[in-house]
């Protein structure tokens, strides 16, 4: 039996997993309470920018295979219902919101078929998961609940989904792990890993991975600190503890920090979930890895007023970068974002520029001007930030654009620009834990 999968909440998440579920060969059923969002997505249109995928989605449209909808009655027929809804911060503390996962749970209830299994893929406090399995066992006993942490990279996330490099799955019995090896037939030939868990650890594996990720990225960010006031050079460092096979040289690159929908709301979550279960000590380190990575923007516009002024009223400064990361529209605790406010806030013109992140920083910060082409907006500026690693702030030339700057003056918040290059062109240049 061919089984047919459905799609509840169709974000990010869930746009990805519909689409290459369907690519498989799986009938797949999107159903969001966003009609605007369904109805893009059933135009074969991403709400989104992910490269790759708007390709992908259009071609499974054509097939006949894919469709979206607001209705939730059109589960019904579905064998396993994958949910992948958001799990923002909760607006009055650190803990998540699971308002999004426990109302799609009861939305489908009523439509779950005999045999049917729930499978969560949000990143959820530990213990949700046996929360809504004991929550299904009263209002849908026909059906089982299993976890399957997503570890989607954006701008990778349709290699993530195909070719991931584990398969994670929390489960209750041999049945649910069955019926999830059966999805996933195709990805588990190609050599991939499959874990099979218990719903806790299932559940902690995607707030654990983040966390060692935060603490790595905070840690070299706190080294780039020590460089400065030493005299070192963290780019260099970062080579050389690289080389270590204990350490690695991923996620080794010092700047202005993790931003996102994930890090930064998952290590504040596990952080309240453990002093919920009486572990707080066990995770007070990550209090200084946040601590870390918001010093981190701070020490950028410290930057800016040592090569400025205190004052910066009188000044203009243009930002390369409104996105979190190179190869998305995430705006989301975005550190470029957040620095461009906060030296609005502090009197500077700002004008931001973005490949792809404009119309939602736009929405984000309507105060802030944009360009939408680089020269337009370092065009008598004062001084450049760069703080997104896209691939076209290092195919700048800087001679090409001296004559345009009032001031020729970049930091480079990513450690990602040729340090040489601009400074030949004639360029006063500083990078986060170089010194001169």
Known sequence: MTLTLSVVGCGYLGATHAACM??????????????????????????????????????????????????????????????????????????????????????????????????????????????????????????????NPEFLREGFAVEDTLTPNRLVVGVANDRAEVILKEV????????????????????????????????????????????????????????????DPRIGNKFLQAGIGFGGGCLPKDIRAFMARAEELGAKQALEFLREIDAINLRARQRVIDVVRSELSEDLTQYKIAVLGATFKPDSDDVRDSPALDIAAQLQAAGATVVVHDPKGIEPARKRFPNLEYAQVITDAVKGADLLLHLTEWKEYRAIDPSAISALVKNKIIIDGRNMLDRELWRKSGWKFHALGRTD
């Open 22 to 147: 369907s690519s498989l060969g799986f009938t797949v059923i999107g159903v969001d309470t966003d009609p605007n969002k369904v109805e893009m997505l059933q135009n074969g249109e991403l709400p989104f920018y992910e490269p790759g995928l708007d390709t992908l989605l259009a071609q499974e449209m054509k097939t006949g295979r894919l469709s979206f909808t607001t209705d939730f009655s059109a589960v019904k027929d579905a064998d396993v219902h994958f949910v992948c809804v958001g799990t923002p911060q909760s607006k009055d503390g650190l803990a998540a919101d699971l308002t999004y996962v426990r109302s799609a749970v009861e939305a489908i209830a009523p439509y779950l078929k005999d045999g049917s299994l729930v499978v969560g893929k949000s990143t959820v406090p530990v213990g949700t998961a046996q929360s809504l399995r004991e929550q299904l066992a009263k209002n849908a006993p026909q059906a089982d609940l299993a976890w």
């Open 184 to 243: 996933y037939e195709s990805i588990i030939a190609l050599g991939t890993p499959w874990i099979r868990a218990d719903l806790p650890t299932a559940e902690l594996v995607k707030v654990a991975a983040n966390s060692f990720l935060a603490t790595k990225i905070s840690f070299i960010n706190a080294m780039a600190e020590v460089c400065e006031a030493a005299g070192g050079d963290v780019t260099v460092l970062a080579q050389a503890i690289g080389y």
